[in-house]
């Protein structure tokens, strides 16, 4: 699979809305200095860059030019802007950790890592400037963007015959930040929060900050700081808001930028906005992405608890003994209350409930033992439960809630993805619980099994599919049967996906003990995301969003602080 980009106009305007404010700029291309090779470097250190066209010499680094326009200058190109776009003129320039901070307001879904990436090339074509950093503020964001920038690389090298050099920093290997410095090529450096965070703070214990800031015999006795500081970089902050605080705003200005963009839905601090797409124009011109969300509403009671109440066990001479069970039934009004009933033997309670879906399985009376004098009387049913005199079974709300939740999104999902796939287009459905162990649970040889929402999932998926395709059992015939062959085809298709593959887990995992643990934001480097998981979700969305790939159930943990990320 691959993905076709197609030019949006809200696209061009939000990358012209920064780039206006630059005008007048002089395009110097890429600014060289002397760059510091540090004590241990020796040889000339000539160095190619695999698919690029500049050959440099370890002595020369190009830096972004400094910003040739005055403060009333900058601030003019920002009014016009903000009258071309309807927005809030400015009273000055804002203040922040660059020369110039810009706020792009852009709703969610509608491609902010696309347009900062046009907007790069952009400023790059019109005043020269080559060196980015990309501040993102989880993992996961910082997948995404990575893939992003391999997926459109194509896209806008036959747009600006041009290539973009990028990686993730990494505090291993700093090799990246002296080539990131030596080139005179596009270069972009992608930095998630916690990294950043973490080593931005001068003078800190984590061992993150004491690379950034020390000297390293590694890195020719030189401070990560210094030589990223002397490209002037332009930065870029996705979803800033999630980022921000003073000592985040001060870790940027030790970068030097030029420039600031901040693009995000919800911007807490503001400074100068040039652009705005907010929720109400994304939805009128159809760009946001498709998502339905599950909901269900059950007032007072909720029904789908498997209460039931053994009041007593009445005997007669004419008749069989009778249980009287207290239990919850659904009204013709909708509500839910409970009452109680006499059950003889091989009476179903779930046909007298008004079908709730607690009693659904195994609740017909098998058996009714009145009381004796040695015991007290009790009542079995089919599925194994049994009750005596006075017992209450259940109430089991979260679990049976639980049930219905995953029952009802399978049933949708089969609705809206056989539509779907005639038009060739993959459906996903997404289960955020609460602890991985819900999900996946390990015996006492760490061998992995299902959870409780696993096991549910996997008999709920199975009578689904049953249901579903009931009646068409015989494929070869379905089209004699009146079937369509696109519906022979999705049923085919859908036939052919095992219950317990369509099902996939994404979760942190202990990096020693290689189980699956509840995703946390730590700053011990002692976890890692569920790889076979992590690839498929982030780093190969080509695969996840083709048909040969059976997984489509997503199970997955969020919590305050983090963000996650669906194709």
């Known amino acids: 699979m691959q993905f076709k980009f197609k030019i949006q106009p809200y696209q061009t305007e939000a990358a012209r809305a920064v780039t206006d404010v630059f005008a007048g700029q002089p395009n110097s291309g890429a600014s060289p200095y002397l760059r510091d090779l540090g004590r241990a470097a020796d040889g000339d250190g000539t160095e190619a860059l695999p698919g690029f066209e500049t050959q440099v010499q370890a002595s020369e680094g190009y830096a972004n030019a400094p910003i040739a326009l005055g403060s009333a200058t900058l601030l003019e190109n920002i009014h016009k802007v903000q009258r071309r776009n309807r927005i809030v003129e400015s009273s000055s320039l804002a203040t922040g950790p660059a020369p110039v901070n810009l706020d792009v307001e852009m709703e969610t879904g509608t491609g902010k890592t696309y347009v900062y990436t046009k907007t790069m090339l952009e400023l790059n074509r019109l005043y020269g400037w080559t060196k980015f950093i990309i501040v993102v503020p989880s993992v996961a964001i910082r997948e995404g963007v990575y893939k992003s920038l391999k997926n459109t690389e194509q896209h806008f090298f036959e747009q600006y015959g041009k290539a973009i050099r990028y990686f993730v920093y990494n505090s291993a290997r700093l090799g990246d930040i002296d080539r990131f410095s030596a080139s005179s090529d596009i270069n972009v450096m992608v930095i998630n929060m916690q990294a950043f965070n973490t080593s931005m703070k001068e003078g800190g214990r984590s061992k993150e900050a004491r690379i950034m800031y020390s000297e390293r015999d590694e890195f020719a006795s030189r401070r990560p700081i210094d030589v990223i500081a002397a490209n002037n970089p332009i930065v870029i902050l996705d979803e800033p808001q999630k980022m921000g605080g003073n000592a985040t705003q001060a870790g940027i200005a030790r970068f030097r930028p030029i420039a600031c963009l901040n693009y995000s839905a919800t911007h807490k601090v503001t400074h100068d906005a040039v652009y705005v797409l907010d929720a109400l124009d994304a939805f009128n011109q159809r760009l946001v992405k498709r998502i339905e969300v599950k909901g269900f509403e059950l007032k007072n009671m909720r029904g789908t608890d498997g209460y039931l109440y053994l009041q007593d066990i009445k005997i007669s001479k004419n008749k069989p003994p009778q249980a009287v069970i207290e239990f919850k039934k659904l009204n013709a009004s ?223 943990s969020v919590r305050p602080g983090l963000t996650y990320m669906c194709p």
């Open 334 to 556: 909708g509500s839910i209350s409970k009452r109680a009933q006499g059950f003889y033997e091989q009476d179903d309670i779930y046909p007298a409930s008004g079908e709730l879906e607690a009693y659904r399985d195994g609740f017909t009376v098998s058996e009714i033992v009145p009381d004796s004098d040695v015991q007290l009387g009790y009542v079995k049913f089919l599925n194994g439960i049994e009750l005596c005199r006075g017992d209450v079974y259940g109430d089991s709300s979260d679990r049976d809630m639980r049930r219905v939740q995953i029952r009802e999104t399978i049933k949708s999902h089969l609705e809206k993805e056989e539509a779907l796939f005639a038009r060739g287009i993959k459906c996903l459905s997404l289960f955020f619980i609460d602890e991985v162990a819900k999900y996946r649970v390990y015996d006492d040889d760490g061998e992995e099994g299902l959870g409780e929402y696993g096991r549910i999932f996997e008999e709920e998926y199975a009578r689904a599919i049953d249901e579903y395709g009931r009646g068409q059992q015989n494929l070869d015939a379905s089209l004699d049967a009146g079937l369509g062959k696109a519906r022979r085809r999705y049923l085919e298709w859908l036939r052919g996906i095992d219950a317990h593959e369509t099902h996939k887990g994404y979760f942190s995992i202990d990096k020693r003990s290689r189980r699956l643990i509840d995703s946390k934001l730590k700053r011990n480097s002692d976890e890692s995301d569920d790889e076979s998981a992590y690839d498929l979700i982030l780093k190969d969305k080509e695969r996840l969003l083709s048909f040969d790939e059976p997984t489509r159930f997503i199970f997955g």
